[in-house]
């Protein structure tokens, strides 16, 4: 008897990140990379935060379980109108961020921040003649 063979389809991922400091992630996250805080979970008031954000398509869980994830993880998220991100980020004044613009060997414009906890955040847009000019290099 052969099995009949099935045609898998890949979807989409769920990062976790660790965090430390749920203020600090919303400040982050939520304030700052305007992602939207879907639901928070706790299994009792004296556990730990697991919690999903989102923006547009891409979503996040952020965890205080040790046993998740570690810190200092990196993420490239693919991102249209990556300039007009910048600008938004950048009109944030954001104390402990201030990214800039690189245009990759590997024909990608990025954006990069990291989070509180060590975890690197590379927005990433396909790099076109048009999006290269008026780089802004990452400061």
């Given at each position: 008897m052969s099995i009949p063979e099935t045609t898998v389809n890949l979807q989409a991922i769920t990062p976790i990140l660790r965090i430390f400091d749920v203020k600090k992630?919303?400040?982050f996250y939520v304030d700052f990379l305007e992602f939207h805080l879907d639901w928070e979970h706790k299994f009792a008031a004296d556990m730990p935060l697991y919690m999903q954000i989102s923006c547009d398509a891409c979503v996040i869980h952020l965890s205080e379980h040790h046993g998740d994830c570690s810190p200092g993880?990196?993420?490239?998220?693919k991102t249209e109108h990556i300039k007009?991100?910048?600008t938004r980020l950048?009109?944030?004044?954001?104390?402990?961020a201030k990214?800039?613009?690189e245009a990759t060997p590997w024909n990608t414009?990025?954006?990069q921040v990291?989070?509180?906890?060590?975890?690197?955040i590379i927005y990433f847009e396909p790099l076109t003649e048009e999006a290269s000019s008026g780089v802004i290099a990452a400061g």
């Open positions: 992630a919303t400040e993880a990196a993420l490239r998220i007009a991100l910048h950048i009109g944030k004044a954001y104390t402990f990214p800039g613009l414009l990025e954006l990291t989070d509180p906890f060590g975890n690197r």
